[in-house]
């Protein structure tokens, strides 16, 4: 893949461009100020939140390609790619860019609360699909942002409103985040159906003989989201992690094959254990009894 900009530090996108540069580790851009631009493909190395009106057709987001729609919000985090290749073609923008170091955050509230923004997740299907009412708020917030950031950096207390206010940007963002994977659980339970259907074929596939128990990554990989926003579909729907929902399913399969009269370790190995003692334990940490005590069991029935 052909990368046209490395933004390394969160002002190398915006001297590219030819936005202000207002803070050594914080940008924030408003497009509709900037003019034409060309696209560019971008390796982004800090933590990006762009919001836009509109995207451009074909926009590179994470894994797959984003299609052109209205008032979104793509989040990224160090490492990850996005933008358009390099076609020689100008275009204008409008809406917001939000960009900071890793460095800034370090030992901040900020830092301590990224592993609950699953909205850094950069899976196509997990852009933000925000309300007019959503995109005023956040705009509203860079807007406020902006002006923080052109005060002299001396000024008492400026750093901490600085934090302060990319803390309560992300926490709106994590807030319409919540709000749109519940409305998808609530609305799109063709997810859980798939979930069950990538299970029943992860078996009968044979899949378990060479890699094992199914995990959530393969799930989720399977139904094209990242682990942490099935998990947050999954318990909304089901009021349990994807996890549960697995170990479950595999008691299941496993209180079937008991009752055929299989063997623990053919048993265990038909299911996708390394080992019987595996098994084992793990039959009995779920329904608090053995596999031969839950056979007995059954046979007085």
């Known amino acids: 893949m052909t990368i046209d900009l490395y933004i390394n530090k969160a002002n190398d996108y915006a001297q590219d461009i030819g936005a202000p540069v207002y803070h050594p580790h914080v940008s924030v851009i408003h497009y509709d100020e900037v003019g034409e631009i060309r696209h560019t493909l971008n390796r982004i190395n800090c933590y990006g939140i762009f919001l836009q009106k509109e995207f451009p057709e074909g926009l590179t987001y994470g894994i797959g390609t984003y299609h052109e729609g209205d008032g979104s919000l793509m989040a990224y985090s160090p490492g990850q790619i996005g933008g358009k290749l390099d076609d020689g073609t100008l275009r204008r923008y409008h809406g917001w860019v939000l960009l900071f170091d890793h460095e800034y955050i370090q030992g901040s509230l900020i830092e301590q609360k990224l592993e609950g923004y699953h909205f ?179 046979r007085k029935k």
């Open 120 to 298: 850094f997740s950069y899976y196509s299907n997990e852009a933000l699909i925000l309300t007019p009412e959503e995109k005023d708020i956040l705009s509203q917030l860079m807007a406020n942002l902006r002006k923080e950031l052109e005060l002299q950096s001396n000024t008492f207390g400026h750093e901490d409103i600085v934090r302060n206010y990319i803390l309560l940007i992300l926490d709106y963002c994590n807030r319409f985040y919540f709000r749109q994977f519940k409305e998808m659980a609530a609305e799109d339970s063709d997810i859980l159906s798939r979930f069950q259907q990538v299970l029943n074929n992860y078996y009968a596939s044979g899949k378990q003989k060479s890699d094992g128990l199914p995990s959530v990554k393969y799930c989720a990989g399977e139904l094209c989201l990242s682990p942490g926003y099935f998990g947050d579909i999954v318990r909304g729907a089901l009021g349990e992690s994807p996890k549960d929902y697995i170990r479950g399913f595999v008691i299941m399969r496993a209180k079937n094959l008991i009752l055929s009269g299989k063997s623990i370790a053919q048993i265990a190995e038909e299911l996708g254990f390394e080992y019987p003692q595996h098994f084992t334990r793990m039959f009995k940490n779920t329904t608090g009894k053995t596999p031969r005590q839950f056979l007995d069991e059954q």
